[in-house]
């Protein structure tokens, strides 16, 4: 009994101390992603001084005045064959930074040097190095993951990086118009078993819902060419990131069935596993009680998940919509041609989780009642 | 067409919800709603922490309160994600505003569609980029908060005897289940939302290194990254908050004196 305790306790602290680990190796390495281009073989500066000078007012769309401010940075280049030398460029950017932002002392930036002809360095700044800003990021995030749900929370990773992995083989076998002809599909498909799979393991319950998720998202699919593909009221060249020569249409349908997929399969793993857990408890259960709880069940997924549709969308399109407000865009305009994507995309996401929920109901009872019943 | 979605979600919602489905359906409704008049006011210029913080709190009162009504689990919901909402903004306004990833990307500078865009605004963009960023996880956080206060309160009604520390435990097991199934549906409608990126990129002939210095890619990785992490500190965030509730005598005399109440509106009601 003692020793059992004692072993309790050693697991605890074994714990804390992997904890501390993880914490010292996150810090360790964010000053070493830091100190090293570790990314990237760019030219890293460091900004030193910084002057700031008011140039004037400028008249904004809604006929305020905002001021516009110019920089003058002195800068030590850090690596690189010109290391160590000092350099001085200019930046200009406006109060409300929209389209440039301004610098702060201390900040290292990706910058491309070009020596001219009177032994002055031209300097062209790229980008702050902020590389070292996410290898934080996903440290926290990893640290947090295990530390809230050690094994499953390294197959969910193991399950996105898989994913990750295998998109990016398929994208670059073919061509992008290839792809969304019909590589997309196959990809849904794989998406499908191994995030189910990795979610939950060799199980009847697993192929219950890789088989009622790719049911829900074929009809989503249909749905998506009966509804939005016949209709003209989608701008899709005013798509953000539009990029000229694609597929165009083809690639928003995959965005809309991608984007409701992690729903779908979330969905369909809950359904599925209630219902192995309800059959298990109580083998001899009517078909007719099982949809009562399945509904008791689904109502309560149905409202969470629209709504985390809802807030992602919402957050993601909220940027671009509050400048165009600002622009003085017409608020038809604005829902017309930049957020009738976002709207699209919620709304089938919406209609594939709501279908899920029968669809998924249905196959785990003919799949799993019918087993339960002869093993009984 | 919009029409035409819309009205088959309301029937699908009725069919399958049944009249639970009708009360999602109007907190769907309203929520979007509050967000479309929150994003006009903040287009128009208004102070955007004063408008976040009214627009969550209405966005919780609607999502937490109309839908679950008012218990201890609501309340406890209420502050926990309150307390992640304040720790995520820190943490995305240091590194927001260190890494520069408010503003418009590299590759919205250069786009055809936004030149008529003009440069000055009059509205600071860090702050607009921390409300979006809040906006995006805060679905996910109320939705993980609600589902692992709800059944920690059964477990108090069940076994009242019940102590601290097993509390503390299953309200973590509770989180672990869920978990791995909010991070898959973000990455994934992240997925969906940043194809058409991909697809630029593939397009224009990216290196690795371009990518990783570009702006538009770093967006969409601290999007998901941020909604992650939100949804994983509020597990412990609240079972810590439930147990600490659920222990303190003035909360416990403030829930008896309401529910008192509402058994006396029942009755009346009857």
Known sequence: MRRAKKMKRQIKNKKGVVLLIGVLLLLFLTLFVKQHSFFSHQTVIQVTKINTICLGKDKTPSQTSENRYEQKIT?????????????????????????????????????????????????????????YYFVMLGGIFLIGLFFVSKKRGGMVLLSILINAFL????VKTGTVNDFFSYTWGFLIVIFCVVTLFCAAGWHKKTLGAIISSLLTIGTVYLLYELTVKQSKAIPYDLMPYYAPNMPIEKIFQASVLFGCLGAIMDIAITIQ????????????????ELVQSIREISY????????????????????????????????????????????????????????????????????????????? | MILFLIVLLTILMLLVGGDKGAISFITLILNFIIGMTAIYLLGIGLNPVILFIIS?????????????????????SYLSVFVVLGIMGCL?????????????????RIEENMRHLSKTSGIKMLPIFMVSMLWAELGAIMDTSISI??????????????????????????????????????????????????????????????????????????????????????????????????????????FEKIEKK?????????
């Open chain 1, 300 to 376: 309560d997924i149905m409202r969470t998940m629209t709504n985390v549709l809802l807030f992602s969308y919402l957050g993601s399109s909220l940027p671009l919509t509050v400048l165009q407000i600002a622009n003085q865009y017409s608020l038809s305009v604005i829902f017309r041609y930049t957020f009738i994507f976002d709207v699209v995309r919620f709304l089938l996401g919406c209609i594939g989780i709501v279908l899920c929920i029968p669809i998924s109901g249905v196959i785990a009872v003919m799949l799993l009642k019918r087993r339960a019943v002869r093993k009984a």
């Open chain 2, 56 to 76: 969550s709190l209405l966005f919780c009162q609607v999502t937490l309160v109309y839908q679950n009504g008012f218990h201890k689990k609501t309340v406890v």
């Open chain 1, 167 to 170: 998109c990016w083989g398929l």
């Open chain 2, 262 to 270: 509402q058994r006396q509106a029942d009755d009346f009601d009857e």
């Open chain 1, 75 to 131: 800068a030590v280049v850090k690596d690189g064959a010109y290391k160590g030398r000092v350099v001085t460029f200019d930046h200009e950017y406006f109060a409300s930074e929209v389209r440039t932002q301004k610098y702060r002392t201390g900040d290292y930036l990706y910058a491309e040097l070009k020596q001219q002809a009177d032994a002055e360095l031209l300097v062209t700044p790229i980008g702050v190095k902020s590389d």
């Open chain 2, 92 to 108: 995305i306004f240091v590194i927001g505003q260190r890494s520069q990833l408010y503003g418009m990307n590299d590759i919205e």
């Open chain 2, 149 to 254: 206060s709800s059944p920690m309160q059964e477990i108090i009604l069940h076994q009242p005897q019940i102590t601290k520390k097993q509390l503390l435990k299953s309200g973590m097991r509770i989180g672990k289940d869920i978990i791995g199934t909010t991070v898959n549906t973000l990455t994934f409608v992240a997925l969906g939302e940043s194809i058409m990126l991909i697809i630029y990129y593939l397009a224009c002939q990216y290196t690795i290194e371009r990518l990783l210095c570009s702006k538009a890619f770093l967006q969409q990785i601290a999007m998901v990254l941020f909604s992650c992490t939100g949804c994983i500190l509020i597990i412990p965030v609240t079972a810590f908050l439930f147990v600490k509730v659920n222990a303190s005598k003035r909360w416990n005399r403030y």
């Open chain 1, 273 to 288: 596993a209630a219902v192995s857990e309800l059959l298990l408890k109580k083998p001899l259960i009517t078909t007719k």
